[in-house]
C-alpha cells in the first residue's frame, strides 16, 4: 500500500485545513488513521476510521474541531481541521494497517505515507 498525504499548509489560528491521503494498492479490509509529529515531540495519534467507516476514533484533545472522513471508493481519507491552534503545527501522516491491535498504537499501522506539514501561525 502506497500513501500520499496533502493538503498541508500555513493558516492563521482559528482557521482550517483540510488534509487528504490517497491510498494505492491493496486497500481492502485496511483500517487508516492519522498520526502527527511536532517540532522536538513524539509522534501522536490524531484520528482512526475503520475499511467501512463505520468506526471512527480520535484523540480526546482534539474531539470536536477535527474530522475524519473515507471516500465511497475507500482509497482515500480526509481529515478536516478547524479552529486550528498554533499548538497543532505538526507534520501530518497518514498511515494504513489491517491486523494491529490497537488504533492508536503506530505500531498497528504497516504502511506510513511521507508527511505533510501544517503550520498554525498566532
Known amino acids: 500500500v502506497q500513501l500520499q498525504a496533502s493538503g498541508g499548509g500555513l493558516v492563521q489560528a482559528g482557521g482550517s485545513l483540510r488534509l487528504s491521503c490517497a491510498a494505492a494498492g491493496r486497500t481492502v479490509n485496511t483500517y487508516m488513521g492519522w498520526f502527527r509529529q511536532a517540532p522536538g515531540k513524539e509522534r501522536e495519534f490524531v484520528a482512526f476510521i475503520s475499511w467501512r467507516g463505520g468506526i471512527i476514533r480520535y484523540a480526546d484533545s482534539l474531539k470536536g474541531r477535527f474530522t475524519i472522513s473515507r471516500d465511497n471508493a475507500k482509497t482515500t481519507i480526509y481529515l478536516q481541521m478547524n479552529s486550528l491552534q498554533p499548538e497543532d503545527t505538526a507534520v501530518y501522516y497518514c498511515?494504513?494497517?489491517?491486523?494491529?491491535?490497537?488504533?492508536?498504537?503506530?505500531?498497528?499501522?504497516?504502511?506510513w505515507g511521507q508527511g505533510t506539514l501544517v503550520t498554525v501561525s498566532s
Open positions: 498511515a494504513a494497517g489491517s491486523s494491529g491491535t490497537y488504533y492508536y498504537d503506530g505500531k498497528s499501522y504497516d504502511y
